[in-house]
């Protein structure tokens, strides 16, 4: 049986394959386990502004969830989680994002996708990273998996420059009130054409953050950076 009931759109030119198949044959005889699925996330990296954001170097929050089961149980991350079958990626990050923070209706940009096969112990998990911006003051509130849910400030600087294609940033997240500070240490490495650079994200060193979670953080904020200086 078909994954979808509508096919208008995927019958091409109309002919059958090799095989002899109808689109119709063949998505009946067509077996979605025939090679190992991986899973697929959402994570969402919210940056806040007290005023409007106007230049990099403003004061910035960022919003992180306690994860309070496995893996990294008790770590912080961004607030995300698994797509639904029938979910586009917008929609999966929207509900992960209202459902363990209840945050909602904050514009979302796509902005990267992460496929370390080892980067879950459960199964191969692939995610994607997206950006929100808000500017003003949003009460957020722990729910679904999150053991809670809190406003970091930020602070990130470079601290080693072997070259304009080689840079260590260091990140720490910090709230005061409640005691928490967590950071990553993340390598970052460009190649590729210049019109089609290539960056490649290595987390050296994590305290207190997620999985990669310290990669996603730091690559959202320098894609910002980018976005202000322009």
């Not at 149980?73 to 363990?100: H, K, N, S, T």
């Amino acid at each position: 049986m078909a994954y979808l009931e509508e096919l208008d759109g995927f019958y091409g030119t109309g002919e059958k394959n090799k095989a002899g198949q109808t689109l119709e044959e063949f998505l009946g005889s067509y077996n979605p386990k025939k090679y190992d699925c991986p899973s697929n996330t959402t994570d969402i990296v919210v940056v806040r502004c007290e005023k409007r954001l106007q230049a990099w170097g403003q004061p910035l929050k960022i919003l992180l969830v306690k994860r309070a089961n496995h893996p990294s149980i008790g770590f912080w991350a961004a607030p995300g989680g698994f797509v639904e079958l029938r979910e586009d990626l917008y929609e999966g990050a929207a509900r992960e994002l209202f459902e363990e923070t209840g945050v909602e209706g904050l514009p979302l940009e796509q902005l990267c996708t992460w496929g370390d096969y080892k980067r879950d112990p459960r199964w191969r998990v692939i995610t994607t990273s997206f950006l929100a911006l808000v500017e003003g003051d949003v009460f957020v509130k722990a729910g679904d998996d999150a053991a809670d849910a809190l406003w970091m400030d930020v602070d990130l600087h470079l601290c080693e420059e072997n070259s304009e294609n080689r840079e260590v940033w260091e990140l720490r997240l910090e709230n005061k009130e409640h005691s928490v500070s967590v950071g990553a240490r993340v390598l970052v490495t460009r190649s590729g054409h210049r019109l089609l650079p290539q960056e490649k994200y290595r987390l050296l060193k994590s305290d207190g953050l997620a999985v990669d979670h310290g990669c996603l953080i730091v690559q959202a904020l320098l894609y910002l950076k980018r976005k202000l200086q322009e």
